[in-house]
């Protein structure tokens, strides 16, 4: 059994790296609809929780992304777009 990887330190103005994928490394973009569906969700999550996204990179599994946080909240923003993903 691995060990849980340790809280992310929230900083308002700080960077940061994201990546998201699958379980077991499952697919989470099977088509071009998957992918406009993340990038409508990558967007909500920035409208909604206010991080600046600079950069983001798709692929079938995982995604990654470097964005800024303005308001301290990656956590709850990355929660969010996960959120959103394991809905659809």
Avoid: F, K
Avoid at 34 to 48: F, I, K, P, W
Avoid at 53 to 67: E, N, R
Wanted: aromatic content about 8%; glycine content about 12%.
């Amino acid at each position: 059994m691995g060990m849980a990887r340790p809280d992310r330190v929230n900083v308002a103005g700080g960077w940061y790296p994201l990546r998201a994928g699958g379980q077991n490394r499952q697919r989470i973009c099977e088509d071009a609809r998957d992918y406009r569906d993340l990038l409508g969700r990558l967007e909500a999550m920035s409208d909604r929780y206010a991080p600046e996204v600079h950069g983001y990179g798709l692929m079938p599994s995982p995604y990654h992304s470097i964005v800024r946080s303005s308001r301290a909240n990656t956590s709850a923003a990355m929660q969010g777009l996960n959120n959103g993903d394991a809905m659809w």
